[in-house]
């Protein structure tokens, strides 16, 4: 009897290696060799008791890392591979001799996994070791978005600079003038898929240039990584001997001083070698406070180009390019209407739009009015609470330090006129109201006069950047 319950018991142990396994290979095939090895590869099952698995890592900086960010995917891949485990607690655990080498990966993934080893290693490893740590560059790229390509970007006035400058360096890599090219603007206004744009077009021209495109998330927690794992000199091979760098929101590194020096000195390397750099922010390189003065003197020193916030025109072109993309018939009523209600940022635009596909083709219904209204109701409602036509006025006449009372007053002089014309032009941009009624909050004017100062303020942005600059501010300011 108890010989059989030994072996029963081991058994039991056995089929839950298995499937600790089966988790771990899964985790790696998802996040990618380099990132696997980086932050999950020490994770040592402890055991399980009652219906949490219990899971060790060898320091708390690993410890809180994984919790934060592969926490509920461990869970999920638990509870698939063993329902009764209900939760996941990750700690600070002793690492049994041998753990690294036992964990049933070769058995899951068909290969031995190669010695913990410092970064290079870890890009050499997943290419078959045929390469070295500068042949290993393109590994530091992360995925693209097959559908961020310049075929797809809608090109308007808000845009259009920026567009026209990712494409030179696309076409012209480290083109005189253009690099480093510094992009800006609002969240969900497009930078991230010029980036992609311009990284796809640079992979697939001519040349095979390496391209590596990462948040500045990204470089931060991989330079912690080298310094964990005493591999910086790998680290700055690596990634100095890449042949376009390219780094999303950079304003991510504002505060992180260590990091803002080895990117600045990375920066340097790739600039004074004749290689290309593009960079995205949400704000100019002189306006990034926190970053250091000689940080924001290079980014500055190539092409910078912003991004404005869409204009009705812009997001009618693009809800129509995504309905015609999608293969869906949406009535020009409905197109018009979410142009006009969702103003804040393109990403919200096409999610309501694929609601809106999702809903007719699950349901078998045409895409009208009526079923936008219901179907969007929380968006829309969330957008008529988040900005009013009472707290625009408030907002401008603060940022313009003229009294509220001038909003509705008959006063036309220019330090009164022209900030009324703004927030005439915010309140068309950011509220559902007609242009009578804009009018009739602003003194019981005509509609006619929202007209030309919404025709007015346009002009303005467009042939002055700073004043572009200010009307963004204050919408960022509004929508926040």
């Known amino acids: 009897m108890e010989k059989q319950a030994g072996t029963d018991s081991a058994r039991s142990a056995a089929s839950l290696q298995e499937s600790w396994a089966r988790i771990r290979g899964r985790l790696r095939d998802e996040v990618g060799e380099v990132e696997y090895r980086t932050w999950l590869r020490q994770m040592t099952l402890a055991g399980i008791e009652g219906d949490e698995a219990i899971v060790h890592l060898p320091t708390r900086f690993l410890r809180d890392w994984v919790r934060s960010h592969y926490g509920d995917r461990l869970r999920a891949l638990w509870q698939q591979e063993v329902p009764a485990v209900r939760r996941v607690d990750v700690r600070v655990g002793p690492q049994p001799r041998g753990a690294a080498a036992s964990d049933g990966e070769e058995a899951v993934n068909g290969a031995s996994a190669p010695a913990q080893g410092g970064l290079a290693e870890s890009l050499s490893a997943r290419n078959g070791g045929a390469r070295s740590a500068g042949e290993g560059r393109g590994e530091w790229s992360a995925p693209l978005d097959p559908r961020f390509t310049f075929d797809t970007f809608v090109v308007g006035k808000p845009n259009e600079f920026a ?41 697939d021209g001519e040349g095979g240039r390496n391209v590596a495109y990462m948040s500045a998330e990204k470089f931060m927690y991989r330079f912690i990584a080298a310094l964990r794992t005493q591999s910086t000199m790998e680290f700055k091979e690596s990634l100095r001997s890449v042949d376009v760098l390219m780094v999303d929101d950079l304003q991510f590194l504002i505060g992180k001083d260590n990091t803002q020096e080895e990117f600045f000195h990375t920066f340097n390397a790739l600039i004074d070698a004749g290689k290309q750099i593009v960079i995205s922010a949400d704000k100019s390189p002189s306006d990034l406070n926190g970053l250091e003065d000689r940080l924001r003197t290079r980014l500055g020193c190539g092409m910078v180009a912003d991004i404005h916030a869409t204009t009705y025109e812009l997001r009618l072109s693009i809800l129509q390019a995504k309905a015609t993309a999608a293969g869906v018939a949406v009535p020009k009523n409905v197109v018009e209407f979410l142009a006009h209600k969702i103003t804040s940022n393109v990403r919200e635009l096409e999610g309501a739009l694929n609601r809106l596909i999702a809903h007719a083709n699950l349901f078998g219904r045409a895409v009208t009015l009526e079923s936008a209204q219901e179907v969007l109701h929380d968006l829309l409602r969330a957008h008529d609470r988040r900005v009013t036509i009472e707290e625009i006025q408030r907002k401008v006449a603060e940022h313009y330090n003229i009294r509220l009372t001038d909003m509705s007053s008959a006063r036309r002089a220019r330090n009164v006129a022209r900030p009324r014309q703004v927030a005439m032009y915010l309140a068309k941009q950011l509220t ?47 929508e926040s």
């Open 163 to 203: 567009h026209a400058c990712a494409r030179r360096v696309a076409e012209k890599p480290a083109l005189p003038g253009f690099n480093p090219l510094f992009l800006y603007g609002g969240v969900g206004l497009g930078k991230t898929h010029l980036m992609h744009a311009v990284a796809w077009a640079i992979r």
């Open 432 to 478: 559902s109201r007609s242009l009578p009624e804009i009018g009739r909050r602003f003194g019981n004017r005509d509609h006619t006069t929202v007209m030309h100062a919404v025709s007015r303020i346009s002009e303005l942005m467009q042939a002055d950047a700073a004043f572009a600059e200010d009307v963004e501010l204050l919408r960022r300011m509004l």
